[in-house]
């Protein structure tokens, strides 16, 4: 007698509720490997996890499972992908499950109320770097694959291929390289990347926009060497002067970026998504004061909040590196000193051609007396898709049965990079199911992950793959 596709589901969903406790205790494993992708003396530790993932998805049934190696003289930092297939669904579609190992730093140390790679379960969440960006969404993957492996006794509904990656979070070069390089390798009908969140609670939310990035430094340089303010203030140039007066020239006090052309390919939201996100329960007085914490909202007069955090390119300052900063005071005029400046583009922007206008725009501004440095670390295309498709119908079906509620389409105000190059390298499709929430602090101090969202998300995953599957 044939199982359908329906009990195998209901099955496979069983064996995740069954199972729900002991596949937190796994996640809280891979948690504690400190995988920070931008520190070369984590390195070890990104391996340790690229592995741990690996090994899973080996126990669990998948196939061909290997590490990618993607350092090479030229990038002798790069961290492996994890690969594994499963293409033993003849006739079926087959998905491309992505997500990533590694981690942002977790400084500010001070900040956090339990240690940053030491899980802990408080209130219902689970508290780590990581939690939520993206290991415990990776992992929702892996153990809705493991749910379907189990209750079809080792036969899948679908054919899958899974990529993680170990430099999501410093740029992604890697991953870009391989798409670039052996594309054929991930040929899919379908991307799913559960590396986003949702618009509310209990509010089943797929994402169908990201904004773009740009990531730079301005190194500005003035004397041949550090400087005795005292001796030379007055007649010596100050590279922290001068980019503060060249950060200043770059945005108005309204938000709006002042360089030339900058604009110039802004595509705005359609008439549909505006009055999708107006219906949508957001309260920018909340929003400012429960999520934000300031005393004001910032930006562009004449759009909303969710406009320009969607739909409009940003300029932002992350650091200053340069001079003096240890305790007590040292009157040095340093010789050099750095800016981390990004900028987020939307559609039609592109980052080869925002970056020109910014560099040459940058330069034209140079103060007396310094030289100008503009470097571009790393940058990601914007991505708008398509919602008329049998896959995001999958989608919103899946999680409409797990929620008991319609899901809403939104953007998302940050970059995943590897969107781009799936829908533009693969011209795969490419579905956002994201289960994080707004005040999950990724990026910040005590980030979270809610459990019952880590839970429900294993069950949408299931759903989505069978109903990809069966269609």
Known sequence: MSVTVTET??????????????????LKELLRIPSVSTAPEHRDDVRRAAQFCADELTRIGMEHVELIETATVDRPGGHALVYAEYLQATGKPTVLCYGHYDVQPAEPLDEWKSPPFEPTERDGNIYARGAVDDKGQMWMHVKAIEALMVAGHGVLPVNLRVILEGEEEVGGEGIAKFVREHGARLKADVALVSDTEMF??????LCVGLRGMIYTEIEARGARTDLHSGMYGG???????????????????????????????????????????????????????????????????????????????????????????GSGAKTVIPAKAVAKVSLRLVPDMTPAESFAQYKSFVESICPKGIQLEVRLIHSGDP?????????????????????????????????????????RELKTPTVMMGFGLPDDNLHAPNEKFHLANFHRGIESIIRFLAKVGAA
């Open 9 to 26: 589901t209901a099955a496979a969903v069983e064996f995740a509720k069954t199972n729900g406790k002991q596949f937190v205790e796994e």
């Open 200 to 205: 509310a609670p209990d509010l089943p939310t």
């Open 235 to 325: 007649a010596a140039p100050n590279p922290f002067v001068a980019l503060a007066q060249v950060i200043a020239k770059l945005k108005d006090e309204d938000g709006k970026i002042l360089i030339p052309g900058f604009y110039d390919k802004v595509a705005a939201p359609t008439v549909a998504e505006l009055q999708a996100w107006k219906a949508l329960p957001f309260d920018e007085e909340e929003y400012r004061e429960a999520e934000i914490g300031s005393s004001a909202l910032t930006g562009e007069p004449g759009f909303s909040a969710l406009e320009r955090t969607w739909a409009r390119p940003t300029l932002d300052v992350h650091g200053m590196p340069g001079g003096f900063v």
């Open 383 to 423: 991505i708008v898709v398509s919602t008329d498709n049998e896959y995001v119908r999958a989608a919103t079906e899946s999680m409409r049965e797990v929620f008991g509620k319609e899901t809403v389409f939104v953007r998302g105000g940050g970059s995943i990079p590897i969107v781009g190059d799936f829908v």
